[in-house]
């Protein structure tokens, strides 16, 4: 199972752009939707001969739940012809609670989806007004109850960091998540990114300061474990034996395929992208199968030759290459576990890179009170892990 391949079918659509988001997304619109399922098909064929079997399909997005039945079972009908997909796959779907239905979650359970991942953001009509979210907290509560009827693995998203949040507040919504039956949680800090409409002066004033926001986080931590939700990541909380086996593959740099727009991959050693132009990987898409052959043997076109990429005519872009440096990612992703990262790992990946890991490990004093050491690891305390960056860059370079 440790070899088994994860897959990540990017949906980049949703109705309305939240304010505080980020991430690709567009507008459905016309034939885009049939356009793009058709094009994530063309380049999930790419594939074919790769001979790996397949134990994580995620759908993600965007709003992976505005797609209709006959769009999910094309791309899963395409990735089992393409791959072999096992009887025990963890299958995620994301999805917004005011398009849940009981009709779509009847669907997606015969599709053979089997977790989902529902954006709740918080029990909190107050916060998800700040937010701009699209539903209400009654609305959340009834989405989670219909999907709880069909599915036993739920997992939902809290935002942390929004004003007001305290200790009662993320305890409250430790008890109703319990009681609802969701065996997976992720807190995730609100990040304000530049170019979203949250960064203005009259939001950003209003969100709390960070050493509020530390507390906030410290909070969230002591409340989900008390209720049995047990930290193994930075943000993500579960039931015993409820992990994400998906999201595990990034953390523990297993191999993964994205497809889509912005869906990133590390396959056969190479870590690789598809560019955020929705225009163009439509173009390319459509243009593949005549351009491009997929010649024997486990890599896509683009992965082929020493080009580290593959265009339309006018040499429109879509396949980007990024450097893997596999001792820094077992650093940084490792980190983030609670697990924490093995040293001797280090040392069989790049003896003298660990030595020099090693040196500044014993250098900085001033890291210990963010660190747990043991004899064969080291991993993050609660503290360290809201400085995670900090001390990933002091330890590596």
């Known amino acids: 199972m440790n070899d088994d ?4 079918v990017h949906i980049p659509f949703c109705a309305s752009k939240c304010d505080y988001c980020n991430f690709y997304s567009v507008m459905p619109n016309g034939r885009i939707i049939a356009d793009y399922i058709k094009a994530i098909c063309t380049e999930i064929t790419f594939y074919k001969g790769s001979h790996k079997t397949v134990n994580t399909i995620y759908f993600g997005g965007g709003t992976p739940n505005i797609l209709n039945f006959k769009d999910f079972a094309r791309i899963l009908e395409t990735i ?12 995620t779907i994301e999805m917004n609670p005011n398009l849940v ?4 979650v009847q669907d997606f359970r015969l599709l053979g989806i089997n977790r989902a991942s529902i954006g709740v953001q918080s029990f909190k009509d107050r916060d998800l007004a700040f937010l701009r979210r699209e539903h209400n907290v009654n609305e959340a509560k009834e989405a989670i109850k219909k999907i709880g009827t069909v599915f036993k693995n739920i997992s939902i998203d809290f935002i942390i960091g929004l004003p007001g949040q305290t200790a009662k507040h993320y305890e409250e919504a430790a008890v109703l998540a319990q009681n609802y039956g969701v065996k997976h949680i992720s807190g995730y800090l609100l990040k304000v990114e530049n170019g979203t409409k949250f960064y203005n002066k009259q939001t950003l004033t209003q969100l709390p300061k960070d050493e509020e926001t530390a507390n906030q986080y410290e ?8 209720y049995g939700y047990e930290q193994y990541e930075i943000s993500n909380f579960a039931k015993t034996s409820y992990e994400s086996v998906h999201n595990l593959k990034y953390w523990q740099c297993k191999e993964y395929i994205g497809f889509g727009t912005s869906a990133h ?33 486990a890599l896509p076109p683009h992965l082929q030759t020493r080009e580290t990429t593959f ?11 990024e450097p893997c440096d596999l001792f820094s990612e ?39 009170k ?14 360290g892990m809201l400085i995670s960056n900090y001390i990933i860059a002091t330890l590596l370079y």
């Open 5 to 8: 391949l994860g897959l990540y």
């Open 330 to 368: 077992r650093v940084i992703l490792g980190l983030r576990l609670n697990r924490g990262v093995l040293l001797k790992e280090l040392q069989e990946i790049d003896g003298d890179e660990y030595e020099k890991f090693i040196k500044r490990l014993q250098t900085n004093k001033e890291l210990d």
């Open 219 to 226: 909070h969230f931590v002591d409340k989900m474990n008390k």
């Open 311 to 321: 265009s339309t005519p006018n040499d429109s872009q879509i396949y980007y290459t």
């Open 370 to 383: 963010f660190l747990i050491k043991s004899n064969d690891r080291i991993s993050l305390s609660t503290k």
């Open 80 to 91: 089992k012809k393409v791959f072999k997909v096992s009887l025990q796959a963890e299958i």
């Open 265 to 297: 991959s590390y396959f056969k050693g190479r870590r690789y992208y598809v560019s955020n132009n929705i225009s163009n990987y439509l173009k390319n898409m459509q243009q593949a199968n005549q351009r491009l052959r997929l010649k024997k043997g």
């Open 101 to 104: 239905t009981n009709e779509t």
